[in-house]
């Protein structure tokens, strides 16, 4: 069978189309259906949604949670943090029950994810419950299903809006601001529930303040944050009216305690770089074999006690050997 030469194309070409594929199909799901849709559409935001791991995505692939992170450019416990403030808005499948319960994302679950993203955490212009008012519009959340294309109220309501007869108007009222000072609106009212919510029982504020102030600023120990950050569900469970609140700190704690985590590691790999530098040092003026033999056994030693760090061990002392233009300690060390 013959082909014509304009019927072949690149594999660039085919990935560029495989792309534009995507495109159409999330601006058909989403474009005058999604409230946060049109939050970017209107800011001409749509760039930061369209982004190439976003149009990459296999419309009939299943993404695990590190994946969708990878997908979205962000942390795997911000993924975790948002799908558990967000669950029946992103709806993804569940799969298991219990600890071992998982969760896997389709291209629709993922692009939610994507714009919540993008609308809430640090230097953003929405918190979490704010965004929860924006989505149901005062309403309850739908039970979970494994439908991910089930609008939500405030999505229903974009869309019915969309078919009145008066839609020019409402384009109208879009266009003037007014949808969006609607939103301010309800995202004002949320607020001011939120704090009447908290006033109205100092105990409890002050407990989830407490709490919080606690994790995020105490001298405690990472492993004893973590038992504190249980805590949390104890309160949800004891004051439900109160889990906006609790919720919000919880979040914050969440990725305080991340954080510190991050920098207990990093201190630690510090510290090992820095006890290396001191014995490769120590080995390069010594003319003693005992001492030798003694620095040797340190370096063993703590090789064994950071087996996660074996590998970059070996990498920094041969780095510092070379410097140090001691070549024959490496051979030595690690041929015993």
């Known amino acids: 069978m013959e082909y014509e030469y304009s019927d072949i194309r690149t594999k660039e070409e085919v990935e560029e189309a495989s792309k534009e594929e995507m495109r159409e199909l999330l601006i058909e799901t989403f474009d005058n259906v999604s409230v946060l849709y049109e939050i970017y559409k209107r800011r ?13 995505m296999d419309k009939d692939a299943l993404y695990v949670s590190n994946q969708v992170a990878t997908i979205c450019e962000t942390q795997t416990y911000m993924i975790n943090n948002r799908r558990r403030e967000l669950l029946d808005y992103i709806n993804p499948i569940s799969m298991g029950e219990g600890s071992s319960k998982t969760f896997k994302h389709n291209y629709i679950s993922v692009f939610k994810m994507k714009m919540i993203i993008g609308l809430t955490g640090e230097g953003s212009e929405y918190t979490v419950p704010q965004l929860k008012e924006i989505i149901y519009s005062g309403g309850k959340p739908t039970t979970t299903t494994n439908k991910s294309e089930e609008p939500t109220s405030s999505d229903q309501m974009f869309q019915m809006m969309q078919k009145m007869k008066r ?33 109205s029982d100092d105990e409890v504020h002050e407990k ?18 973590e038992e504190l950050f249980k805590e949390f569900d104890s309160l949800l469970e004891l004051y439900p009216k109160q889990s906006y609140s609790i919720n919000m700190y919880k979040t914050a704690a969440d990725e305080k305690i991340t954080r510190f985590k991050q920098d207990e590691r990093e201190l630690h790999v510090q510290k090992v770089k820095g006890t ?7 080995y390069s003026v010594s003319n003693s ?19 996660d760090m074996s590998f970059d061990i070996r990498m920094w002392l041969s780095t510092l050997s070379k410097e140090k233009a001691k ?3 490496l051979s030595r060390f690690f041929s015993n």
């Open 44 to 56: 001409s935001w749509l760039d930061k949604l369209f982004t190439d791991n976003i149009l990459s």
């Open 167 to 199: 839609f020019e108007k409402f384009l109208d009222m879009i266009e003037s601001d007014e949808f969006f000072k609607e939103i301010d609106r309800r995202v004002q009212v949320t607020t001011d529930k939120l704090l009447k919510e908290s006033s």
């Open 208 to 225: 989830i303040i407490k709490l919080f102030d606690k994790i995020a600023y105490g001298n405690e120990s990472v492993p004893i944050k």
């Open 276 to 282: 290396i530098a001191d014995l490769i040092e120590k």
């Open 289 to 307: 074999d005992n001492e030798r033999d003694t620095i040797k056994n340190q370096l063993s030693r703590l090789s064994d006690q950071n087996p």
């Open 327 to 329: 070549k024959g300690l």
